[in-house]
C-alpha cells in the first residue's frame, strides 16, 4: 500500500470548516483513499473513502485531486466532539494483505 | 444497527493466567479481523478470518495467542498464559468482503486489557 503524509496537527473553531490534507504520491490506479478517525479510548472509526471522484456522505467530504496525489477530507461544520485522531490510507484490493495501514494522523482540536 | 460488540471492556489480570476476549461481528459481515494497539507499536494486526476461515494469522505474536471464530457471529482471542507485556487495547473489526471494492471495515470499542 502506498504511503502518506499528513501533518501532526490542527487547530479549527467550532462551526468552521475542518480541512484536513493528505499527501499520497505514489499511490497506484488500484487503490484507494480512505480516512478513519479515532477519538481518545475509543474504537477507529471509519469516516469514508473513494477511488478518483470526490464523495460526499453525512459525516464529511472527500476532495482528491486529479492526479491522485493528494486529497482533502472536510468536516463541513467542525463540533468539539469532532477533536480527533484522523487517519488517512491508502489501499488496494487485491490478494490476501487486508491490513489497514494506520499511520500517526493528524490530531485534529476543535477549539470552542 | 448494533455494531461491532466486544467484551469485556476492560480487563485486568495477573501474569500467568488466561484471558479470553469476545468479539461479535456486524450481522451479514463475512469477515473478522483482530487488531492490538498500544503506544509503542500503534495499531497492528494480528489475525483475520473469511467466512469464519483464519486466512492469515502472521500477525499473531507468539503460540500463547490464539484466536477462533466458531460461527459467523462469534470470535475469541484467547492469550494463555499472560504477560504483561501483553496489555494492549484489542480491537476487533468485521467487514463485508467482495472481493472488490468493499472491504471497509468497522471497528468495536475494543478491550483494554492489563496484566499485572
Known amino acids: 500500500d502506498a504511503k502518506t503524509t499528513q501533518p501532526p496537527s490542527m487547530d479549527c473553531a467550532e462551526g468552521r470548516a475542518a480541512n484536513l490534507p493528505c499527501n499520497h504520491s505514489?499511490?497506484?490506479?488500484?487503490?484507494?483513499v480512505y480516512w478513519y478517525r479515532q477519538i481518545h479510548s475509543q474504537g477507529p472509526q471509519y469516516i469514508i473513502h473513494g477511488l478518483k471522484n470526490n464523495e460526499t456522505n453525512e459525516m464529511a467530504s472527500l476532495i482528491i485531486t486529479e492526479d491522485r496525489k493528494s486529497s482533502t477530507l472536510i468536516l463541513p461544520h467542525a463540533t468539539l466532539r469532532d477533536t480527533a485522531v484522523y487517519y488517512c490510507i491508502v489501499r488496494a484490493f487485491s490478494g490476501s494483505a487486508r491490513q489497514l495501514t494506520f499511520g500517526s494522523g493528524t490530531q485534529l482540536t476543535v477549539l470552542p | 444497527d448494533a455494531g461491532v460488540i466486544q467484551s469485556p471492556r476492560h480487563e485486568v489480570t495477573e501474569m500467568g493466567q488466561e484471558v479470553t476476549l469476545r468479539c461479535k461481528p456486524i450481522?451479514?459481515?463475512?469477515?473478522l479481523f483482530w487488531y492490538r494497539q498500544t503506544m509503542m507499536r500503534g495499531l497492528e494486526l494480528l489475525i483475520y478470518?473469511?467466512?469464519?476461515?483464519?486466512?492469515?494469522d502472521s500477525g499473531m505474536p507468539e503460540d500463547r495467542f490464539s484466536a477462533k471464530m466458531p460461527n459467523a457471529s462469534f470470535s475469541t482471542l484467547k492469550i494463555q498464559p499472560s504477560e504483561p507485556r501483553d496489555s494492549a487495547v484489542y480491537f476487533c473489526?468485521?467487514?463485508?468482503?467482495?472481493?472488490?471494492?468493499?472491504?471497509?471495515?468497522?471497528f468495536g470499542p475494543g478491550t483494554r486489557l492489563t496484566v499485572l
Open positions: 473489526a468485521s467487514s463485508l468482503w467482495g472481493g472488490r471494492d468493499t472491504d471497509t471495515q468497522y
Open positions: 450481522s451479514g459481515h463475512n469477515s
Open positions: 478470518f473469511n467466512n469464519n476461515v483464519p486466512i492469515d
Open positions: 505514489t499511490i497506484s490506479g488500484n487503490e484507494y
